[in-house]
């Protein structure tokens, strides 16, 4: 079966299904040959009473129909099990192309769009969002078939066998429709308002449990208890409301539906008529087979709406992800000359989404700076200056709004994102390592990469020694359980990742933590083999480790308001110096019971 | 069976009466339903003879139409717990977990933090609670019903009862059977989905690495290699799990057919009446839908098993037993005596023979690699969990011999991650003292350093955190939390080198908040830099689990052991720089 992808991105279920709907369509069919097979076995039933209910019995003839009957069972039954199994392999199908189709796209996007909504989020759209989909395609679609055959085939049948009977049946149609119209309306937005709450209240779950363990410092929980309860009140007087407004119709639905109240009229309809004489017992048969089903048929209705809304939601933001622009790639790919990097009169500001409400002003400004290759340039500044945002737009995590970055002369717009990232590497302080062997996860930034070239980057990494000390050495999984690696051990991981991977290019955001002092010392040497003959762009956070660099950029509020080296800036007298005076003092601190005077803050 | 039917009930908690009368009346409801339906006997019998005895029949269906509503008054009262009492339910287990959360002992809070709590507290919870009613009623109706109808066919015609009975008891235990077989499927689901979730993420984490090697997209090997066990895996799970339904719709077929041929070949030999027979069919296909449903109940009814379990775990964790008598702490000194302690999922040690005094306003500094014990004393102290071996006092009281309120009430911790609620500024500083005035609040926030970029805010002290997020800086967090602890002054100072993560900027404006805390406090810091430790009384060198070293700075110096080599790779990596 061919299974296509996507044309355009899907908006809403059943455009989403599209590249299984052969397989849908099928499953459909075989449940609508199913609920006809079905009805067809109850319909077997009647002739047979009127067969015993004659005179003279012929007993051939009664054997056949129940002959008949039975292999209506059986048709009925294997359609039914093969429309499951259909739709259930489309489903899985769906899945696996989703899901890969998702992650392809993600490859595409800018990879500051990732960063931006986070690895949780994605993962709830790959994995649960794509699985609520399951639940649409797998059981909806047969019951989707069975629930309009099942009335319109019962229908017909009784109207044939008695057209008065089948009117009163019909009857309970709008009735049964007016409640189902009543649920339905006041679902769409009563249940937004509770899925609102529902949503508090999770958040509001996670604080109590994350919160907790601080809480538990303080006092014994009272008080985020009472903020907990707060919220419970309300959720509860929510979900209250919600029942209030549907409950009746739900309830009168609910009872109504069940085949006795339709099995009730009918007999006394059919009693009466028969009592007239001008019904017979096997066509009253039909209708106390067949009209229970009417309603019967009815309820997956509800079950249905409660999934097509389900997956709705889940399709809808799959085909948010989807509809992300893809990074533009260049018709003509160039590549770099060289490992200098230019930033050219650039200015950057976050699209509406990304902006929190400080970063609504522009994040960077005319920014320039002139990186020669194999230079070492360091971006300080306080929090917010923007030095995280301009190191990220080298690796076009964005693109800038204005102006161009260069590498080795070549706008990075011109180059393939694969040129681009063969050319820059990044060593981030949060380390990223597979569940995976170490050697694996090494073997990343180079996957053709020998063994020996593997340990040769983890030696020089400061690593090679303890991957040995670990139980299975570069075997070991990485994070498995009995192996957990400390911070600096980690890392230490990620730097022979890129000393394999050897870009002549490295954007570095230097750690603010501490590691204890014997990790720190080998993460330098570390990171000192990592940078021998690169082009090095560092976010500086700790002032001292950049004291040499031959360019120090002093970025405040997305401008470039100093630069130049160490000593330069430090005699210049402004931000830079500011910086390192307070960077001195810092480092001169020490923490006292006693040293300063007694305040007391005690009840006043 | 019996276990179920018991952790139903415990759940149901105070509102246990409403659920037996809701079971109760689904039970009685059910009768009257297969009542209802055993009334198609006579009624059919009556409508074939001939001539019609119309007052027979009449007196039938208005039977029929009582009984109808009867059983539609019932059921109505029934959802009651359904549609009004769940919801109180749910309410009352989350607060009944709220409360149990502020009792468990932190060890265990912290083990279950990540998923297991949440998953309690929020999905499960409601998901599962509310369905309690709904769920134990109609299972109550797909068995009541058609056990009461056999039993008034066994008066009618024994030999198409027994009939019957082959389809539907024999249902219950062919399912368990089957289940049991999807049982393994369905974890091996539950893996391959944690296994693609996490796969995923990954992929996300790694794409800056694995775009440079074009490892993205149908090249991800390692997440299409999951993606792929996971297909496989759902489609085996789906296999098995269709068993189980075609078992039994094909039990309830075979039934129905069994009573079609026998009573036609009863009938034949004139032992059966043919209204019997057609009525029988009637009710028959009446019930044997429900029956079929019953799998895909049953399989909703495990999962809220599952979930209760999960909640009763939570539950029956015992908080941290306080010794009697309850004392009361006067003083602060802090007394370790040969305490070895282990985490509860774990063989070694982390501490092994640990003793050390603590003198009262005296500052101690831990010190060692990360795994050697600093955090565990640390936590100790304000009883995390308790020791295996030996006697951790507190103004020379044993700490399992306060109440937690106690305890609690006397130490302030600075952790290095701050936590702060989605609450007001102000609130969060008062989580310190809820008693405390607003101006003891901006008093505190003063001391810490914070009052001033909290009044640049928005609405200053009212601005609530969510709405800001991630515009404090991560040493304005910090400020506010050693806020909260001014706030509180408490006498015993527990430190996690919160410095350690700001940039330089930050830092100073911690540091003098934090010299404001500690004036006069029993202070324990956890120091990764030891230069902010120089000033100690008293400098614990911790190795492996077991104090290698204890002095003042100057005395570990002039020692030269373990200390001093620490003390001087930091001042070498001080000197360290970044070169092309």
Redesign the interface.
């Known amino acids: 079966m061919t299974d296509q992808p996507y044309t355009t991105p899907p908006t809403g279920s059943w455009a989403i299904v599209a590249p299984v709907k052969g397989k849908i369509v099928g499953a459909i069919a075989l449940s609508v040959i199913s609920a006809i097979a079905a009805i067809a076995a ?1 319909l077997a ?1 009647p002739p ?2 009127t067969e ?2 004659s005179t003279s ?1 012929d ?1 051939d003839q ?2 056949v129909w ?1 002959a008949m ?2 292999i209506a ?1 059986v048709i009925s ?1 294997t359609t039914k ?1 093969f429309a ?2 259909t739709s ?2 489309a489903a ?1 199908n769906l ?2 192309i989703l ?2 189709t998702l ?2 796209h ?2 595409k996007v800018p ?1 500051g769009y ?1 960063t931006t909504i986070g ?2 989020a ?2 709830k759209i ?2 649960d969002d794509v ?1 609520s989909l399951h639940a649409f395609v797998a059981d909806s679609t047969p019951l989707i078939g069975r629930a309009y055959t099942t009335p319109v085939v019962s229908l017909i049948a009784m109207f044939v066998a008695d057209w008065r009977l089948g009117f009163v049946t019909l009857a309970v149609l709008p009735v049964g429709m007016i409640f189902i119209q009543l649920a339905l309306h006041d679902y769409a937005e009563k249940r937004e308002e509770y899925d609102r709450a ?1 949503e508090q ?3 509001v ?21 009472a ?3 707060r919220s ?2 309300r ?2 007087q929510i ?2 409301e919600w ?1 209030e407004a549907t ?1 009746t119709s ?2 009168l639905g ?2 109504l539906f069940e ?3 339709t ?2 009229i009918v ?2 309809v059919g ?1 009466w008529l ?2 007239q004489g001008t019904l017979e ?1 096997p066509r ?2 039909v209708f ?2 067949l009209s ?1 089903r009417l309603c ?1 048929a009815f309820k997956p209705i509800f079950t249905l709406s409660y999934f097509i809304n389900q997956s709705n939601a889940g399709a809808k933001r799959i085909g948010v992800v989807l509809a992300e622009p893809i990074l533009p790639q260049p018709g003509r790919p160039k590549y770099p000359q060289d490992a200098s990097v230019q930033i050219k009169d650039v200015s950057f500001s976050y699209g509406v989404r990304e902006a ?3 970063e609504s002003r522009p994040a960077l400004h005319r920014v320039s700076i002139d990186i020669p290759a ?3 340039t ?1 971006l300080v500044g ?3 200056a923007g030095k995280t945002t301009l190191a990220r737009l080298i ?1 076009r995590f964005w693109d800038v709004s204005n102006g161009a970055i260069e590498i080795g002369g070549v706008d990075v717009r011109d180059m393939t ?2 040129t681009l ?2 050319w820059v ?2 060593v981030f302080q949060d380390t ?1 390592l ?3 062997t170490i050697r694996n996860n090494i073997k ?4 053709n990469a020998t063994d020996a070239e593997v340990e040769a980057a983890a030696q020089v990494a400061q690593a090679h020694e303890f991957i040995l000390e670990l139980p299975d050495g570069y075997d070991t999984i990485a994070g498995e359980r009995g192996t957990r690696l ?3 051990q980690r890392q230490r991981i990620t730097i022979a ?1 890129a000393i394999l ?1 050897d ?1 002549p290019i490295i954007v ?1 955001d230097e750690a ?10 080998l993460i ?1 040497q570390a ?2 083999s990592l ?6 762009i ?1 976010i500086a ?10 360019q120090i950029v002093v970025l405040d509020q997305g401008n470039v308001v100093e630069s130049g080296k160490h000593d330069e800036l430090v005699s210049a007298n402004g931000l830079y110096a500011n ?1 390192w005076k ?2 001195e ?20 | 069976m019996l276990k179920t039917y018991r952790r139903v009930f415990s759940v149901a908690g105070s509102y246990e009466p409403q659920l037996k009368i809701a079971l109760l009346l689904s039970v009685i409801a059910s009768i009257v339903q297969g009542i209802i339906f055993a009334l198609f006997f006579p009624l059919l019998s009556a409508l074939m003879t001939s001539p019609i005895q119309p007052q027979t029949v009449w007196i039938l269906l208005g039977m029929m139409g009582v009984l109808v509503l009867v059983e539609g008054m019932l059921r109505w009262k029934e959802l009651d717990f359904a549609w009004d009492t769940s919801n109180d339910v749910a309410h009352e287990t989350r607060l009944r977990l709220g409360e149990q959360l502020r009792r468990i002992p932190l060890e265990e809070l912290n083990r279950r933090r990540s998923g297991d709590l949440n998953v309690v507290l929020s999905g499960n919870v409601s998901e599962i609670v509310l369905w309690i009613g709904s769920l134990c009623t109609l299972i109550i109706q797909t068995i009541v019903v058609p056990i009461t109808i056999i039993l008034v066919t066994l008066f009618i015609d024994w030999r198409l009862a027994i009939a019957l009975l082959v389809s539907f008891p024999f249902a219950i235990p062919i399912y368990r059977y089957f289940r049991t077989l999807m049982g393994k499927a369905l974890r091996d689901v539950t893996a391959v989905d944690a296994e693609v979730a996490s796969r995923v993420v990954e992929y996300t984490q790694g794409l800056p690495v694995l775009r440079a090697t074009q490892q993205v997209g149908q090249q991800a090997q390692r997440l299409q290699e999951a993606l792929s066990v996971q297909r496989s895996v759902q489609s085996t799970a789906q296999q098995l799990s269709n068993l189980p339904a075609i078992a039994l719709s094909t039990l309830v077929e075979v039934g129905i057919f069994l009573v079609l041929a026998l009573g036609t070949f009863l009938i034949v030999q004139g032992t059966l009446t043919v209204p019997t027979l057609f009525a029988l069919l009637v009710i028959a296909l009446r019930f044997s839908e429900p029956l079929a449903q019953l799998t895909g109940l049953l399989s909703v009814f495990d999962l809220m098993e599952s979930g209760l379990e999960r909640i009763e775990a939570v539950m029956n964790i015992a908080p941290l037993p306080v010794s009697p008598p309850a004392a009361h702490l006067t003083h602060s000194d802090i007394t370790f005596e040969q305490v070895s302690f282990r985490y509860a999922d774990q063989i070694e040690w982390t501490l092994q023979d640990v003793s050390f005094q603590l003198p009262e306003r005296t500052l101690t500094a831990l010190v060692g690699t990360s795994g050697s014990g600093k955090t565990t004393i640390a936590r100790l102290i304000s009883r995390y969990a308790d020791v295996q071996r030996g006697t951790i006092k507190l103004g020379g009281v044993d700490v399992r011999s306060l109440t937690p309120e106690e305890l609690l009430q006397h130490i302030s911790v600075v952790f290095q991650d701050v936590y702060l609620f989605d609450d007001t500024i102000r609130n969060n500083i008062r989580f310190g003292r809820s008693t405390a005035s607003d101006a003891d609040v901006e008093a505190a926030s003063r001391a810490a350093n914070c009052h001033e970029f909290i009044s640049r805010l928005p609405h200053g002290y009212e601005t609530t955190v969510g709405e800001i997020g991630g515009a404090l800086s991560g040493g304005e967090r910090q400020r506010i939390s050693i806020a909260r602890a001014i706030l509180k002054d408490a006498s015993i100072v527990l430190l996690d080198e919160p410095t350690s993560a700001l940039d330089t900027e930050s830092e100073v404006a911690v540091q003098r908040a934090l010299d404001q805390l500690v004036s006069n406090k029993t202070v324990v810091v956890i120091a990764h830099r030891l230069s902010t430790v120089v000033g100690a009384d008293r400098i614990l060198v911790l190795d492996q689990g077991q104090i290698v070293e204890q002095g003042t700075h100057a005395e570990l110096m002039e020692k030269g052991d373990r200390y001093s080599s620490l003390w001087q790779a930091q001042q070498q990596s001080r000197q360290w720089r970044i070169a092309a």
């Open positions: 109850l039933i047979i009473a015993l209910l019995p007993l009664i054997w129940v009957s039975a069972v039954f099990v499951f199994s259930h392999l899985f899945e696996v899901r890969t992650t392809e993600l490859a990879l990732i690895s949780g994605i993962k790959v994995q699985k529902n209240i999770n958040q779950v996670v604080e109590f449990v994350q919160g907790m363990q601080v809480v538990r410092t303080f006092d014994d929980g009272s008080s985020s208890f903020r907990f309860q419970l009140d959720f509860t979900t209250r029942n409950q739900g309830r609910t009872l085949p006795l109240p099995l009730t007999s006394i009693a028969m009592l017992f009253l048969l106390l087979l229970p019967g929190s409400p400080q194999e230079s070492v360091a306080p929090s917010g690796p994102s694969e990232m063969s590497s990044f990223f597979l569940y995976d990343l930034g180079r996957p400390s911070g600096g990742r991977q870009n570095l603010t933590a501490f590691a204890d002092p014997e990790n720190e010392a330098q990171i000192a940078t021998t003959g690169k082009t090095v560092v956070h700790r002032l001292p480790t950049i004291r040499s660099a031959d910086l307070r960077h003092e810092a480092q001169n601190w020490q923490l006292r019971t006693r040293s300063v005077e007694i305040r007391n803050f005690a009840p006043l």
